[in-house]
Nanobody
Framework: VQLVESGGGLVQPGGSLRLSCEASGSIFSIIAMGWYRQAPGNERELVAV???????TYADSVKGRFTISRDNAKNALYLQMNSLKPEDTAVYYCFVPGAPWGQGTRVTVSS
């Protein structure tokens, strides 16, 4: 399985971005997946997880602002990020168990 993230960019505080992750392979529908992020100088941290059944879990820091979703037919994972804050600045990575990390997509929140 290969993962390709996209959708990052520069956005002002309070703005929104939608990240996408496309995965090769046919196992997408039977596993939980998630998003991680890594800010400069920090360890990679879990942002959100979605189960195969659609149940979601979020880090406290993003609850109420971020929404994770998936489209099994397209082998795609998404992260809708609203009300972005400067502390959300990081490289965001899609996580699929057993798959190597992708290159990530950089999100910068700054005025």
């Amino acid at each position: 399985v290969q993962l390709v993230e996209s959708g990052g960019g520069l956005v002002q505080p309070g703005g929104s971005l939608r990240l996408s992750c496309e995965a090769s392979g046919s196992i997408f529908s039977i596993i939980a997946m998630g998003w991680y992020r890594q800010a400069p100088g920090n360890e990679r941290e879990l942002v959100a997880v979605i189960s195969s059944g659609g149940s979601t879990t979020y880090a406290d820091s993003v609850k109420g602002r971020f929404t994770i979703s998936r489209d099994n037919a397209k082998n795609a994972l998404y992260l809708q990020m609203n009300s972005l804050k400067p502390e959300d600045t990081a490289v965001y990575y899609c996580f699929v168990p057993g798959a190597p990390w992708g290159q990530g997509t950089r999100v910068t929140v700054s005025s």
